[in-house]
C-alpha cells in the first residue's frame, strides 16, 4: 500500500517552493545588497555637495551667463 499524501500540504509546500524559485530568479537579475544600495547612494550624495562646494559663485544672478565675445 502506498504512503498517504496530504495533498493540501503538497500544494502548499509546492507554491512555497515555486515562490522560492522566483524570488531567487529575482535577486538574481535585479539583486543588490541594501549596504550596496546606501553606498552608491553615499557616493552621490558626497559627490553632489562636492560639486556644490566648488561651484562659483561671484555671478549676482546665477541665470547670467557669460558674454561669449
Known amino acids: 500500500m502506498g504512503d498517504l499524501i ?3 500540504r503538497y500544494r502548499k509546500q509546492r507554491q512555497k517552493a515555486e515562490k522560492e524559485q522566483r ?3 529575482n535577486r ?3 539583486g543588490r ?3 550596496e544600495k546606501t553606498a552608491s547612494e553615499r557616493g552621490r550624495a558626497l559627490g553632489r555637495t562636492r560639486l556644490d562646494q566648488a561651484r562659483l559663485s561671484n555671478r549676482q544672478n546665477p541665470d547670467d551667463t557669460p558674454d561669449a565675445g
Do not use: I, V
Open 33 to 35: 545588497t541594501k549596504a
Open 23 to 25: 524570488a531567487e530568479e
Open 6 to 8: 496530504n495533498l493540501s
Open 28 to 30: 538574481a537579475r535585479y
